[in-house]
């Protein structure tokens, strides 16, 4: 978690990690069991050697079958917001490269991509989501390892 938030050291059921993704062993990722879940919030931005690559070559591949995987600030099958672009100058390209390992990937299945789904059923999204507003840009993408490589 890149922005630590105090409430995560009062939760029981996770295992929070106070070092970057490179440094924590693959042994780790390689124990979680079907229905845990791994929560991917990066630096977005590919980078020779980074987290992102660490992430995307080195853990996702080794995951057991069952693993759900969330990863946030992702916009699918939408780009970035255009704002993040010209006003924000964040230049990031993390859900190009997710696009691109789940392109004729079966090892892996989409569950839920938040921002297809209000931005195409926002009616009814927000019958269930009752602080959603109109300009909202869910960004939360969830997808599950259903083979093992």
Same mark, same amino acid.
């Given at each position: 978690e890149p922005f630590e938030m105090p409430f995560l050291n009062q939760e029981k059921n996770i295992t929070l990690i106070r070092k970057p993704v490179e440094e924590v062993s693959l042994e780790l990722f390689q124990s979680l069991e079907e !229905?845990?879940? %791994? /929560?991917?919030?990066?630096? =977005?931005? $590919? +980078?020779?050697? *980074?987290? &992102? &690559? =660490?992430? /995307?070559?080195? %853990? &996702?591949? $080794? #995951? !057991?079958?069952?693993? %759900? %995987?969330?990863?946030?600030?992702?916009?699918?099958? +939408?780009?970035?917001?255009?704002?993040? #672009?010209?006003? !924000?100058? +964040?230049?990031? *390209?993390?859900?190009? &490269? #997710?696009?691109? /390992? #789940?392109? *004729?990937n079966h090892d892996y299945q989409v569950l839920f991509t938040a921002n297809h789904l209000v931005k195409s059923h926002y009616e009814e999204a927000k019958k269930v989501l009752i602080h959603l507003q109109p300009n909202s840009e869910p960004s939360s993408f969830w997808m599950q390892k259903i083979n093992q490589a």
């Open positions: !229905k845990d879940i %791994i /929560f991917i919030d990066s630096s =977005h931005i $590919i +980078r020779p050697g *980074n987290d &992102l &690559l =660490h992430i /995307f070559f080195e %853990i &996702l591949p $080794i #995951l !057991k079958k069952g693993v %759900i %995987i969330h990863i946030h600030d992702i916009f699918s099958p +939408r780009h970035y917001p255009k704002e993040w #672009l010209t006003e !924000k100058m +964040r230049f990031w *390209n993390e859900q190009y &490269l #997710l696009e691109a /390992f #789940l392109h *004729n």
